[in-house]
């Protein structure tokens, strides 16, 4: 079982900024960020590899950034451009089992959330 732990949650204004951050036990190859709105499913919101490459969702694409820093043992979710429509709770996962990235059943090991609220 991989401990991960999100900090960096909190209130903003659209269009401003936010850095989450996952400290994780382990990285392991593959690090997934997810979301989470009231009432709603939980989504994808990217994915980065221990090369540093990183895939998004099409809603987050260009105002998202996501990166890893090996050494700490941590993966980092950068958000600008925020957006009321943003608003969620925010999970690191690890562990991926296969098959589609951006469904949350094919991960194994989650952190606890930061909620991310973005007021218009």
């Known amino acids: 079982q991989v401990e991960l732990v999100e900090s960096g949650g909190g209130s903003v204004q659209a269009g401003g900024s936010l850095r989450l951050s996952c400290a994780a036990s382990?990285?392991?190859?593959?690090m997934g960020w997810f979301r989470q709105a009231p009432g709603k499913e939980r989504e994808g919101v990217g994915v980065v590899y221990t090369s540093g490459d990183a895939y998004y969702a099409k809603s987050v694409e260009g105002r998202f950034t996501i990166s890893r820093d090996n050494t700490r043992s941590t993966v980092y979710l950068q958000m600008n451009s925020l957006k009321p429509e943003d608003s969620a709770m925010y999970y690191c996962a690890s562990m991926f089992l296969g098959g589609e990235w951006n469904n949350p059943a094919q991960w194994r090991d989650w952190g606890q959330g930061t909620q991310v609220t973005v007021s218009s």
């Open positions: 382990r990285l392991s190859f593959m």
